[in-house]
């Protein structure tokens, strides 16, 4: 494992848009992420008094991406994908201190690594 200057960026958004999202996100210089499924649970409370169900269902894409292109991509995402929009998305991101298994592409090898 290595210190790096790296964050995780989430982008919560409704069920179909992760892919969207991802290719947002690849627009901005991110290589590939991690989709899960979720269900959100803000409105839960007011379904419950009216006597109804809702579970809105959601995906979260996680990506792990240099702080360099991080202010980028969480713009992007949110310019493309927020709340206004059918996805519905939020976007953050939080401080990664090590990571393993990322793995440089041929041309961003320089001559001293």
């Known amino acids: 494992m290595t210190t790096n200057n790296h964050e995780v960026i989430f982008a919560i958004v409704n069920a179909g848009f992760a892919e969207d999202a991802m290719e947002v996100a690849r627009e901005q210089g ?6 899960l499924i979720g269900r959100g649970v803000a409105r839960e409370k007011e379904a419950a008094f009216f006597g109804i169900s809702i579970h809105a269902e959601k995906e979260v894409l996680m990506m792990v991406v240099e702080k360099d292109i ?3 991509v969480l713009s992007a995402l949110y310019k493309q994908m927020g709340m206004g929009k059918k996805a519905q998305g939020i976007v953050f991101s939080l401080p990664v201190s090590d990571v393993a298994g990322l793995v440089k592409l041929p041309e961003e090898i320089t001559e001293d690594e």
């Open 70 to 72: 991080r202010d980028n």
């Open 30 to 35: 991110v290589r590939g992420g991690t989709i």
